[in-house]
T-cell receptor
Framework: KNEVEQSPQNLTAQEGEFITINCSYSVGISALHWLQQHPGGGIVSLFMLSSGKKKHGRLIATINIQEKHSSLHITASHPRDSAVYICAVLRAAGNKLTFGGGTRVLVKP | EAGVAQSPRYKIIEKRQSVAFWCNPISGHATLYWYQQILGQGPKLLIQFQNNGVVDDSQLPKDRFSAERLKGVDSTLKIQPAKLEDSAVYLC?????????????FGSGTRLTVV
């Protein structure tokens, strides 16, 4: 079993729909990142969370440390949101990231 | 603030040739990472530097891969000789290091194709 699990693996939505991506982890962490990667592109850090909730524009990220679970929400989705979204946890011991397998999101106009 | 700079952006080489990638981290970031991301997979850590010292290179194929971070700033990753399975995106990232919760930033990556 992977230490960081994401679901779903693939997601197709119509423009305007609300999207949720989930991340569960099994190790102790000091922080969790949500990353975005467009096809052929580098990785952009969207959020870094250690507790609670963060919002940036149409993106919302939440984390529940007790349940070892985080969610990324995209409100009013747009075709430009089409990308791979990756959950990565920063282990409590050592300054290293462990990555989830990513969720491929396609938003159709 | 300038981001993590990587070059080249793309590289195509034949198998058995050698190749080198360059990374310039964010100024002041003590920790530098090289990741390999094969198509359809998440990034895999190859090597982690703290200043100019190696912290973790356990997943670096040392028979063909080498990396250095002279003076604790820029870093180069070299593959010699390349194999077909080395085709991937090579990502460089840096962080402040002292405070583990802050500053983790990725470069735009180098896409390597080995033919």
């Amino acid at each position: 079993k992977n230490e960081v699990e994401q679901s779903p693996q693939n997601l197709t939505a119509q423009e305007g729909e609300f999207i949720t991506i989930n991340c569960s982890y099994s190790v102790g962490i000091s922080a969790l990142h949500w990353l975005q990667q467009h096809p052929g592109g580098g990785i952009v850090s969207l959020f870094m969370l250690s507790s609670g909730k963060k919002k940036h524009g149409r993106l919302i990220a939440t984390i529940n440390i007790q349940e070892k679970h985080s969610s990324l929400h995209i409100t009013a989705s747009h075709p430009r949101d089409s990308a791979v979204y990756i959950c990565a946890v920063l282990r409590a011991a050592g300054n290293k990231l462990t990555f989830g397998g990513g969720t491929r999101v396609l938003v159709k106009p | 603030e300038a981001g993590v700079a990587q070059s080249p952006r793309y590289k195509i080489i034949e198998k058995r040739q050698s190749v080198a990638f360059w990374c310039n981290p964010i100024s002041g970031h003590a920790t530098l990472y090289w990741y390999q991301q094969i198509l359809g997979q998440g990034p895999k850590l190859l090597i982690q530097f703290q200043n100019n010292g190696v912290v973790d290179d356990s997943q670096l194929p040392k028979d063909r891969f080498s990396a250095e971070r002279l003076k604790g700033v820029d870093s180069t990753l070299k593959i010699q000789p390349a194999k077909l399975e080395d085709s991937a995106v090579y990502l460089c990232a840096s962080s402040l290091g002292g405070d583990r919760n802050y500053g983790y930033t990725f470069g735009s990556g180098t896409r390597l194709t080995v033919v």
